[in-house]
């Protein structure tokens, strides 16, 4: 289905009361956003809000000043109702210099507000973004709300009494600017204080002169003449179960999850990684926290990862690797060998834009064929996809679980938008969650490697240490009754056939697929898998809200499917799957099912928005409607 | 409690697998020398593991019965790494060739050695690729013929012992197949080195590339043409060890001598400027050089692994406190 948008018609800033926002700061790579999202995040968060976040940087470490491709963005989608993406159109954009502007000004809702630091409109920066004319003077910013601020002037002047000097002094300029936008939504202004004071413990001035900033933006709104339509919005409390919470980033919950499922599995992890973007942050989040069973090792390149962490599983550890795309076809012919050898292991893959290099700081969902099917030989290993922020947590829990039960290689995916966007998690009891201790093989009393166990068919996990169980492993086929180097045609079949059913089982130790928003049964079905939750959801939730006949599905276990998916999809008349690739998840499900599943397809480095899928919920039930 | 350990043999060290290796190959030698000195270590025979990449060399596991794992082209010293890192008490063997060690694996090599990463690394070195049936290697020498290479191959040789000192490896040395005791000798000392140690094993291969170290092994001519290398001894060889090396110091370039010429080398194993010279030295202007070349102490990677671990650790993290850290708030 051709990729279209509607409007979700939601620009509501004419209201004091407003039921959600979405607010999008966007400035140069070192103007802050990131810091001034993340600080917005937590108040926003401590207010009551539901709220979901997404980062948007660019590959560029220090672009230079004022280029469209330095610019770097922080999206916050907060509301009274559930919120499950970072939202479509902006209601809020705060552009801190012409780059800002003109690559953000297009997702601004008509009526929407517009506050642009009017200081960095100098000539040379409006050069450098290509605008021929200023903006803010020819009139084609007439149908928003504008707030042109000279923040670079408002800034020194909030900071001279420090003395920090010109350079200095202007670095403030994302706290006084969020300390406008503070007062804007009535958010308070105490945790971004805490956190500006432990940031900059060591740099006592540079601290206050901050502080000084974003009260000084705060005092600002509260005192200027700002024009008409431009006031304090209420944005009411969500109404959440209670509880305690904390904002996370998928790196982190899935961070968690991995050291969470160590613990649940009573066993040593080794984490083997090589720097890659977007994945690096779970390397740089596990290093921090060996206080647990966790050991970490940056390798020299993506395959010495995955065999470091097949050797730490053939030591009796749990190995785990990460990495993205590119990487992760590197790691390909030892993720074979665990497969062969049958021992455990983790691949993380936080996919990005492909093929090569692609867009390394975007997201994408296209390495699905590649997690499927992507090694050579006939070689099936389990595939998780996690598909929110904090659903990471589980996921890499699961991803545990399976690959120490079933001694095998497990691929757990991720994605760009997933591992950097964050979402308010309401904290689990860790109490209540059901370990599943591994047990290494101790019996020396007619050992062989390729003792397994008849119900799962994982074969015993042996580790070197073990007095009595000496016994040598490898790549190259090994006798199913001996576990030594067999070349028996037969036994190559058996052992193929073994491969197979030992995966496939675990079909029966997951969870029945269920339909997480309408019925059962119906007439459309979106089903879905990994990020796309949260605009999926969004967009069934709107369609059934205007009395359509939709239901939404969402995926986690790719391989092996859910043992019900098949029956459970041939109760809708249609079957659209919206994702960030080309179609390859629409191609398992018609292929495995022979369901004429229709595909919506959107590879632009962006997640998805709720009003294009919104658009093809409309588009498909009407199809369908005419047909029957 | 070594003292309770049972004694153990060299049949104790030989797997039930049947030994494929060619009729004649030097591995048989290298194995059987092995296999002889393994009990010598007195170390619990579980704690012992032997990880291999792909090759005629790489089978050597399977003949081992200690814990083996016969790994992926090249990948053995990554591999060996995380078990090492997943368990530091175990002895790990690393057996490579010059195709798995240096061309597919050699950056592997590279940083395992850099690390020092406490391991055994035997590379059998037979120039050849044997059981892709006869390719050229990175080791081989310029102009062999093989099936790859029918007019002569034109690539330059790298020298292992030279790229091994010069990857940062703090025990490097050199031996023959077939000569037990020194090979034995050699070996011991690599297994008392903490970090990794890396030992080229030169090794015939009689099918693909037979006889290319004759010189080295055949009594009649051998002292001619190679030097035993033992630290804090001049480095003279021959027959009658008549003839010496010294540094020209003009040149800066080794040259050969009168033995009795007084100022002859004496082997520091610490230099490693002079190991690097000596570890390249080969005919027909030079003796090759075998023993322990070079040798330094350094901190072990696996080591300072373990002591940030022990360091991080004194509280052990909790999931309930991780979970909770940072910002929270609490809903009614």
């Known amino acids: 289905m051709e990729l279209a948008e509607e409007n979700l018609n939601e620009h509501h800033l004419d209201e004091k009361e407003v039921v959600d926002v979405v607010v999008r700061f966007a400035g140069d790579s070192g103007d802050g956003m990131q810091l001034t999202g993340n600080n917005f995040t937590e108040a926003t968060a401590l207010y009551g809000n539901d709220l979901s976040t997404f980062p948007d940087f660019p590959a560029e470490i220090r672009a230079p000043v004022g280029a469209t491709f330095g610019v770097s963005a922080f999206q916050i989608y907060f509301g009274a109702n559930d919120v499950t993406t970072a939202g479509d159109a902006l209601d809020v954009l705060v552009a801190m210099n012409p780059a800002a502007l003109i690559t953000n000004i297009d997702n601004l809702v008509d009526g929407g507000l517009l506050i642009v630091d009017s200081g960095a409109f100098t000539a040379k920066n409006l050069a450098k973004a290509k605008y021929q004319e200023n903006p803010l003077e020819d009139g084609s910013l007439d149908r928003f709300r504008v707030l042109e601020i000279d923040i670079t002037k408002q800034v020194l002047a909030a900071v001279e009494e420090f003395n920090l000097g010109h350079k200095t002094g202007v670095r403030s300029k994302n706290m006084w600017t969020l300390g406008l936008v503070l007062w804007l939504f009535d958010r308070d202004r105490a945790g971004t204080i805490e956190s500006l004071k432990t940031k900059f413990a060591s740099k006592p001035e540079i601290a206050s002169a901050n502080i000084a900033a974003l009260n000084a933006g705060h005092a600002y709104g509260e005192t200027a003449e700002l024009p008409a339509g431009i006031h304090v919005y209420k944005v009411p409390k969500a109404k959440v179960s209670p509880g305690t919470y904390r904002n996370i980033t998928g790196t982190n919950a899935l961070a968690w999850g991995l050291i969470a499922g160590s613990e649940l599995a009573n066993i040593d992890m080794l984490f083997a990684s090589y720097p890659i973007t977007p994945a690096s942050n779970l390397l740089h989040e596990l290093v921090r926290h060996r206080d647990f069973d966790i050991n970490t090792f940056q390798a020299e390149d993506e395959i010495a990862a995955v065999c470091a962490a097949i050797g730490a599983s053939f030591a009796g550890s749990l190995g785990v690797t990460s990495s993205a795309g590119p990487g992760i076809a590197l790691k390909a012919e030892g993720i074979a060998l665990a497969c062969a050898t049958e021992l455990p292991l983790i691949v993380v893959n936080t996919q990005r834009g492909g093929p090569s290099t692609g867009l390394p700081t975007k997201t994408e969902q296209s390495d699905l064929n590649m997690a499927l099917h992507g090694r050579h030989g006939d070689t099936p290993m389990p595939v998780i996809a996690s598909s929110t922020p904090t659903d990471c947590f589980d996921a890499a829990i699961e991803a545990v679980r399976l690959a120490t039960k079933y001694m095998t290689p497990v691929m757990l995916l991720s994605d760009g938008y997933l591992a950097n966007a964050a979402e308010p998690w309401k904290i689990p009891d860790f109490s209540e969650f059901e370990p599943f201790p591994v047990e290494h093989y101790t019996k020396a009393e007619g050992f062989k490697p390729s003792i397994r166990n008849e119900e799962t068919h994982a074969r015993v996990w042996a580790k070197p240490g073990t007095a009595g169980l000496e016994h040598r492993i490898g790549g190259i086929e090994r006798s199913f009754d001996t576990g030594d180097i067999s070349y028996d045609p037969a036994n190559h079949q058996k052992m193929t056939d073994l491969r197979q059913a030992k995966i496939a089982g675990i079909a029966n130790d997951i969870p029945l697929q269920e339909v997480c928003l309408g019925n059962e049964t119906g007439k459309l079905a979106v089903v879905g898998w990994g990020s796309t939750f949260g605009a999926i959801h969004q967009a069934v939730k709107r369609a059934r809200s205007e009395g359509l006949d939709a239901s939404h599905i969402h995926v986690r276990y790719m391989s092996p499917l859910p043992r019900n998916l098949g029956d459970l999809l041939r109760g809708f008349d249609a079957i659209l799957v919206p994702e960030m690739n080309t179609g390859q998840f629409v191609q398992l499900i018609r292929s495995e099912y022979l369901i004429d599943a229709e595909a919506l397809n959107k590879v632009a480095g962006q997640p998805f928005k709720i009003g294009e899928i919104l658009a093809a919920i409309h588009e498909k039930i009407a199809a369908t409607g005419s047909k029957s | ?332």
Not at chain 2, 11 to 39: F, H, N
Not at chain 2, 61 to 83: D, E, K, L, Q, S
Not at chain 2, 143 to 161: E, F, H, M, N
Not at chain 2, 176 to 195: M, P, W
């Open chain 2, 1 to 332: 409690m070594n003292q309770a350990l049972p004694k153990l043999t060299v049949k104790d060290y030989a797997s039930d697998q049947e030994v494929r290796w060619c009729p004649g190959c030097g591995d048989y030698a290298i194995l059987k020398t092995i296999q002889k000195l393994m009990p010598t270590f007195e170390q619990p025979k579980e704690n012992q593991v032997f990880i291999s990449g792909i090759g005629c060399s790489s089978r050597f596991p399977y003949y081992m019965n200690t814990f083996g794992f016969h790994t992926i082209h090249g990948r053995a010293p990554a591999v060996a790494t995380g078990v090492k890192l997943a368990n530091p008490e175990l002895d790990v063997w690393v057996i490579t060739g010059d195709g798995d060690g240096f061309s597919i694996g050699g950056n592997h090599m590279l940083h395992v050695l850099r690390r020092n990463v406490d391991l055994q690394i035997l590379l059998f070195n037979n120039e050849i690729y044997g059981l892709t049936k006869g390719q050229y290697s990175p080791t081989s020498q310029t102009g062999t013929r093989s099936p790859s290479s029918p007019t002569g191959s034109i690539d330059l040789p790298l020298a292992p012992c030279e790229v091994a000192i010069g990857s940062g490896g703090t025990f490097i040395a050199r031996t023959i197949d077939t000569q037990a005791k020194h090979l034995a000798e050699v070996v011991t000392r690599g297994h008392d080195h903490r970090g990794a140690s890396f030992i080229e094993i030169l090794q015939n291969c009689p099918i693909y590339n037979d006889g290319i170290f004759d010189q080295l092994k055949d009594k009649k001519v051998a002292a001619d043409f190679k030097v035993e290398l033992v630290h804090g001894e001049p480095i003279v060889f021959g027959k009658e060890q008549e003839q010496g090396i010294r540094l020209n110091h003009d040149s800066l370039k080794l040259e050969l001598v009168d033995a009795t010429s007084d100022d002859i080398l004496i082997h520091d194993e610490t230099n490693k400027v002079l190991a690097t010279m000596l570890a390249t030295m080969k005919g027909p202007d030079f003796p090759v050089a075998v023993g322990v070349i070079y040798r330094e102490e350094k901190n072990s990677y696996v080591d300072d692994s373990q002591q940030q671990l022990i360091s991080v650790r004194a509280a052990k993290g909790s999931m309930a406190e991780l979970l909770t850290s940072g910002h929270t708030w609490e809903v009614e």
